[in-house]
């Protein structure tokens, strides 16, 4: 069947095609022979008529060639629940108000069109919160604004990890050392920077061995990579210079994802990547937009955008 599918995303122009997993997603619903169209989030309008819609471009031929990686044909008023089939989910965070605005609006339409990840999943599950669910499979961490209760965390842990609660891709993570040097420093920035509290956790040495990230489609395991810090660095993510290798669930890894994924197919959350370090401790759930097929594919000799699309095309019917 032939699936008339709008992407709102970040615009094309300037993408990463050869690890891009949207434009992945979009080579393989090209090949598929779906209709696709982009647009951008801004451009979203809800009627009087409780009528949701955007200013779209077709999309025509998807290729990884640069500088020539796609064609638009002309833009075009598209109403989002009656012209479209299927629409993924997959601009950038950081996850803000103008992020869960767009979830709010995009739920109107779920009578009528599949939301991929489902809106309002994704609005109750940013990545470090809705692991908090899983506890038990993750390192100590604290969430709070409070110099006072960090120190008072780093006499148990030693050396910690601050992280925002809701960045993304590596960015503004910083170790701090036992000896909490600049503690103060930092949490003035933090606290200047974002209105929520932070995420604390022990500073895990196996990062080193690498961070996997894992991709569950509907709730079951579809592969996975390892990525490793880049020297003299000791974030792994692939945006900020870590490297990729191929890699197996450990046990406990599997025991993971056997937990959550009946619970992430029941939220209606089909594309998930999950990341856990040293095979062990559980950090992030990723749902808002999730990255590493085009990875994972390269070193499995799999194609989980096909996958992707086989979840969704069932989901259809």
Same mark, same amino acid.
């Given at each position: 069947m032939?699936?008339?599918?709008?992407v709102?995303m970040?615009?094309?122009?300037?993408?990463?095609?050869?690890?891009?997993?949207s434009f992945a997603?979009?080579?393989?619903?090209?090949?598929?022979?779906?209709a696709?169209?982009?647009y951008d989030v801004g451009?979203?309008n809800l009627?009087?008529?409780?009528?949701?819609?955007?200013?779209?471009?077709?999309?025509?031929?998807?290729?990884?060639?640069?500088?020539?990686?796609?064609?638009?044909?002309?833009?075009?008023?598209?109403?989002?629940g009656?012209d479209i089939?299927?629409?993924?989910?997959r601009?950038?965070?950081?996850?803000h108000v103008?992020?869960?605005?767009a979830?709010?609006?995009?739920?109107?339409?779920?009578?009528?069109?599949?939301?991929?990840n489902?809106?309002?999943?994704?609005?109750?599950?940013?990545?470090k919160v809705?692991?908090?669910?899983?506890?038990r499979?993750?390192p100590?961490?604290?969430?709070?604004?409070?110099t006072?209760e960090?120190?008072?965390f780093q006499?148990?842990?030693g050396?910690?990890?601050?992280?925002p609660?809701?960045?993304n891709g590596?960015k503004a %993570?910083?170790? +701090?050392? !036992?000896?909490?040097? @600049?503690?103060?420093?930092?949490?003035?920035? $933090?606290n200047?920077?974002w209105?929520?509290?932070?995420?604390?956790?022990?500073?895990?040495?196996?990062?080193?061995?690498?961070?996997?990230?894992i991709?569950? %489609?509907?709730? +079951?395991v !579809?592969?996975?990579? @390892?990525?490793?810090p880049?020297e003299?660095e $000791?974030r792994?993510?692939?945006?900020?210079?870590?490297?990729?290798?191929?890699?197996e669930?450990?046990?406990?890894e599997?025991?993971?994802?056997?937990?959550?994924?009946?619970?992430?197919?029941e939220?209606?959350?089909?594309f998930?990547?999950?990341?856990?370090i040293?095979?062990?401790w559980?950090?992030?759930?990723?749902?808002?937009?999730?990255?590493?097929?085009?990875?994972?594919?390269?070193f499995?000799?799999t194609?989980?955008?096909?996958?992707?699309?086989?979840a969704i095309?069932?989901?259809?019917?």
């Open positions: 032939t699936i008339k599918i709008a709102q970040d615009p094309m122009d300037g993408i990463n095609i050869h690890g891009d997993s997603l979009m080579l393989s619903a090209q090949a598929r022979g779906h696709i169209w982009h451009t979203l009627d009087s008529n409780n009528r949701l819609s955007a200013w779209a471009h077709p999309v025509h031929d998807v290729q990884r060639v640069e500088g020539a990686h796609f064609r638009f044909g002309a833009p075009k008023r598209i109403d989002l009656s089939d299927v629409v993924l989910m601009q950038d965070p950081p996850f103008g992020y869960i605005t979830t709010h609006l995009l739920e109107r339409i779920e009578s009528e069109t599949l939301v991929v489902n809106p309002a999943s994704v609005r109750n599950a940013p990545e809705m692991v908090l669910d899983y506890r499979f993750m100590p961490t604290l969430i709070t604004r409070s006072d960090i120190r008072d006499k148990i842990h050396a910690v990890v601050v992280k609660l809701h960045g590596g %993570i910083f170790r +701090v050392p !036992a000896e909490g040097d @600049n503690l103060g420093a930092l949490l003035e920035v $933090f200047g920077t209105p929520e509290p932070h995420m604390v956790q022990p500073f895990l040495p196996d990062v080193a061995k690498g961070d996997k990230r991709v569950l %489609i509907d709730g +079951v !579809a592969g996975a990579i @390892n990525r490793r880049s003299g $000791f792994s993510n692939l945006a900020v210079g870590g490297s990729a290798e191929a890699t669930l450990t046990p406990r599997q025991e993971i994802c056997a937990a959550m994924g009946p619970r992430l197919k939220l209606g959350l089909i998930v990547g999950i990341d856990v040293g095979g062990e559980l950090t992030e759930i990723n749902v808002t937009s999730p990255t590493g097929i085009v990875a994972i594919d390269r499995n000799g194609d989980t955008a096909g996958m992707i699309w086989d095309e069932t989901r259809l019917g």
